[in-house]
C-alpha cells in the first residue's frame, strides 16, 4: 500500500466513524453553519428576482406589452423567472466538471459571485423606457447566468452536509443546508418589506426595487468570508476529497441509473411548484388581484418563511425515526389535501385567512423538503452520487417550480378562478407521491460510502 493510498484510507476511516457516531461535534456545527448561511445569501439572490417578477418587471422591462396587456406583460415576466431553470442542469454539470478538475473550493466561489454579481447587475441594469429591447434580453441573460450558478450549488452543499453526518442524523443534517431556501425568501421578503414601507408606491417603482439587488454585494463578502471559515475545518476537507473521488462521467448516470434520476427529479416536482407560489406567485396575487395591501402580504410571506424554515428542520429530523419515505408520503398526501382549501381562504382577502393558509402551505412544504438530501444521498450509489441529486434536482425544478406561476397565471386568466390553481398543486403533488412511493425501502441508514446501491 502507498503512502497516499494510506492517507485516503485514514481519512475514509476517520469519516466513517465519525458519521457512526451520533454526537454532534464543533466540526459538524461549524460545516452545518457553512451550508446553511452560504446557501441562504445565494437564495436570497435568486428570489430578490422573483418578488420583484411578481411587482414591477413586468411594467418596466416588458413594454409595450405591459400598457396593452398587462395580463400577457405579466405572464411575460413569470416566463422570464423560469428560463433561469432551464440552465439550473447545464450549472450542475459545470459544476461537476470544474469541482473533479480544480476542486471544490473554486466552485464555490464561482457559483457565489455568479449569482451575486448577476443580482447586482440586475439592480443597475436600465428600463425599457431607457433602453428599449436591449432592456428585457440583458436581463434575461443575467436571470440565466443566476440560473447557472444555483444548478451548481445545490448538490455540493447538500451531499457536504448529509455524508458528513452521523447515520442516525443524515435527516437532521441535510436539512439545514435546505433551510437556505426559506431562509433566502424569508430575507429577500423582509428587505421588499422594509423598502414598501419606508417609500411611497412611486418611489419604490421609480428607484426603490434596485436596493435589494444592489445590497447583495455585501451578502457575497459575507457568504465568502463564512465559507471560507468552513473549509478550514479538516473534516470538511476529508469529505471534499472522499467526494471528488466519487465522481463519474454524465453518460454513465443516465445509461445506468436514469430510473433513479427521473424518480428524484418527481419527487422534488411537487415541492418545488408549490414553494414557488409560495416564493413569488401570493405577493402579486394578493396585491393585483385582492387588492390588499403590499406590505400585509409581504409580511404574510415572511411568516410563511418562518414557517417553513421550523418545519424543515424539524421533519428532517423526525425522518430519521419516522423513515424518509414515510415523512414524505404524508408530507404529499396532506399537500393535497390542502391545494384547495388554501385558495378559498386566501381569496378571503382577509389578512388573518390569507396567513392561515400560507402558514400552514409553508409547514408542509417543511415536510417534504427537510428530508430530500438524505433521500437523494441514499438513492444513488457514491460513484454517480453528485451528478446524481444534482441533475435530479435540477430537472424537477424545472418540471416544477420554473413556470409555476406562469402557469397560475394563465390558468386563472383561462379559469377565471383560483380553484384551478389549487387542482394544479394537487395534481402535481399526487405524482411527487407516487414517485416516493417506488424509492426501494431498504435504503435508509446504508453505508453512503458503498459503490452500489
Given at each position: 500500500?502507498?503512502?497516499?493510498?494510506t492517507?485516503t484510507?485514514?481519512?475514509?476511516?476517520?469519516?466513517?466513524?465519525?458519521?457512526?457516531?451520533?454526537?454532534?461535534?464543533?466540526?459538524h456545527?461549524?460545516v452545518l453553519?457553512?451550508?446553511?448561511v452560504?446557501?441562504?445569501?445565494?437564495?436570497?439572490?435568486?428570489?430578490?428576482?422573483?418578488?420583484?417578477?411578481?411587482?414591477?418587471?413586468?411594467?418596466?422591462?416588458?413594454?409595450?406589452?405591459?400598457?396593452?396587456?398587462p395580463?400577457?406583460?405579466?405572464?411575460?415576466a413569470?416566463?422570464?423567472?423560469?428560463?433561469?431553470?432551464?440552465?439550473?442542469?447545464?450549472?450542475?454539470i459545470?459544476?461537476?466538471h470544474?469541482?473533479d478538475?480544480?476542486?471544490?473550493?473554486?466552485v464555490?466561489?464561482?457559483?457565489?459571485?455568479?449569482?451575486g454579481g448577476?443580482t447586482?447587475?440586475?439592480?443597475?441594469?436600465?428600463?425599457?423606457?431607457?433602453?428599449?429591447?436591449a432592456?428585457?434580453?440583458?436581463?434575461?441573460?443575467?436571470?440565466?447566468l443566476?440560473?447557472?450558478?444555483a444548478?451548481?450549488e445545490?448538490?455540493?452543499a447538500?451531499?457536504?452536509?448529509?455524508?458528513?453526518?452521523?447515520?442516525?442524523r443524515?435527516?437532521?443534517?441535510?436539512s439545514?443546508?435546505?433551510?437556505g431556501?426559506?431562509?433566502?425568501?424569508?430575507?429577500?421578503?423582509?428587505?421588499?418589506?422594509?423598502?414598501?414601507?419606508?417609500?411611497?408606491?412611486?418611489?419604490f417603482?421609480?428607484?426603490?426595487?434596485?436596493?435589494?439587488?444592489?445590497?447583495?454585494?455585501?451578502?457575497i463578502?459575507?457568504?465568502?468570508?463564512?465559507?471560507r471559515?468552513?473549509?478550514?475545518?479538516?473534516?470538511?476537507?476529508?469529505?471534499e476529497?472522499?467526494k471528488q473521488?466519487?465522481?463519474?462521467p454524465?453518460?454513465?448516470?443516465?445509461r445506468n441509473?436514469?430510473?433513479?434520476?427521473?424518480?428524484a427529479?418527481?419527487?422534488?416536482?411537487?415541492v418545488?411548484?408549490?414553494?414557488y407560489?409560495?416564493?413569488?406567485?401570493?405577493v402579486?396575487?394578493?396585491?393585483?388581484?385582492l387588492g390588499m395591501?403590499?406590505?400585509v402580504v409581504?409580511?404574510l410571506?415572511?411568516?410563511t418563511?418562518v414557517a417553513?424554515?421550523i418545519?424543515?428542520?424539524?421533519?428532517?429530523?423526525?425522518?430519521d425515526r419516522?423513515?424518509?419515505r414515510?415523512t414524505?408520503?404524508?408530507?404529499?398526501?396532506?399537500?393535497?389535501?390542502?391545494?384547495?382549501?388554501?385558495?378559498?381562504?386566501?381569496?378571503?382577502?382577509?389578512?388573518?385567512?390569507?396567513?392561515?393558509?400560507v402558514?400552514?402551505?409553508g409547514a408542509?412544504?417543511?415536510v417534504?423538503?427537510?428530508?430530500?438530501?438524505?433521500?437523494y444521498?441514499?438513492?444513488?450509489?457514491a460513484?454517480?452520487r453528485?451528478?446524481?441529486v444534482?441533475?435530479?434536482y435540477?430537472i424537477?425544478?424545472?418540471?416544477g417550480?420554473?413556470?409555476?406561476?406562469?402557469?397560475?397565471?394563465?390558468l386563472?386568466?383561462?379559469?377565471?378562478?383560483?380553484l384551478?390553481i389549487?387542482?394544479?398543486?394537487?395534481?402535481i403533488?399526487a405524482?411527487?407521491?407516487?414517485?416516493?412511493?417506488?424509492?426501494?425501502?431498504?435504503?435508509?441508514?446504508?453505508s453512503?460510502h458503498d459503490?452500489?446501491?
Open positions: 500500500m502507498t503512502t497516499n493510498d492517507v484510507t485514514s481519512a475514509t476511516v476517520d469519516t466513517a466513524q465519525l458519521t457512526t457516531d451520533s454526537r454532534i461535534t464543533p466540526e456545527r461549524k453553519a457553512g451550508a446553511m452560504g446557501t441562504t445569501i445565494e437564495w436570497f439572490d435568486f428570489f430578490i428576482y422573483a418578488q420583484a417578477a411578481g411587482l414591477i418587471f413586468a411594467a418596466q422591462f416588458f413594454n409595450p406589452v405591459s400598457n396593452s396587456n395580463t400577457l406583460a405579466q405572464v411575460i413569470w416566463a422570464s423567472l423560469g428560463i433561469s431553470f432551464l440552465f439550473r442542469p447545464l450549472g450542475a459545470i459544476a461537476g470544474l469541482g478538475r480544480l476542486g471544490r473550493k473554486p464555490l466561489v464561482l457559483t457565489l459571485i455568479g449569482m448577476a447586482v447587475a440586475m439592480g443597475l441594469l436600465p428600463t425599457y423606457a431607457q433602453i428599449g429591447m432592456a428585457p434580453l440583458l436581463l434575461v441573460l443575467l436571470r440565466i443566476q440560473g447557472i450558478s444548478g451548481g445545490w448538490g455540493g447538500a451531499l457536504i452536509a448529509v455524508e458528513h453526518a452521523p447515520t442516525s443524515r435527516g437532521l443534517f441535510g439545514f443546508p435546505q433551510v431556501v426559506p431562509a433566502g425568501m424569508l430575507l429577500a421578503t423582509l428587505f421588499m418589506l422594509v423598502v414598501t414601507t419606508a417609500l411611497t408606491p412611486e418611489q417603482e421609480a428607484w426603490g426595487w434596485r436596493l435589494p439587488f444592489v445590497s447583495s454585494i455585501v451578502l463578502g459575507i457568504g465568502y468570508f463564512i465559507r471559515l468552513v473549509e478550514e475545518s479538516p473534516v470538511f476537507s476529508e469529505m476529497e472522499l473521488k466519487a465522481s463519474a454524465l453518460s454513465t448516470l443516465l441509473h436514469s430510473r433513479t434520476v427521473i424518480l427529479a418527481l419527487i422534488f416536482a411537487g418545488n411548484a408549490a414553494g407560489l409560495a416564493i413569488a406567485f401570493f402579486s396575487y394578493g396585491t393585483d388581484e395591501s403590499r406590505p409581504l409580511a410571506t415572511s411568516v418563511a417553513w424554515i418545519a424543515t428542520i424539524y421533519f428532517g429530523g423526525l425522518s419516522l423513515g424518509r414515510r414524505f408520503a404524508l408530507g404529499y398526501l396532506a399537500m393535497v389535501l390542502w391545494a384547495i382549501p388554501t385558495w378559498l381562504l386566501i381569496d378571503t382577502a382577509n389578512p388573518l385567512l390569507f396567513g392561515i393558509a402558514v400552514i402551505l408542509l412544504l417543511g417534504t423538503y427537510g428530508p430530500q438530501p438524505a433521500l444521498a441514499e438513492m444513488f450509489p460513484h454517480v453528485l451528478s446524481g444534482s441533475i435530479g435540477a424537477g425544478s424545472i418540471i417550480g420554473a413556470f409555476a406561476p406562469m402557469i397560475a397565471e394563465m386563472l386568466g383561462a379559469t377565471g378562478t383560483s384551478s389549487g387542482v394544479y398543486i394537487a395534481v403533488s405524482i411527487s407521491l407516487i414517485a416516493v412511493l417506488l424509492v426501494p425501502k431498504n435504503i435508509q441508514g446504508k453512503l459503490q452500489e446501491n
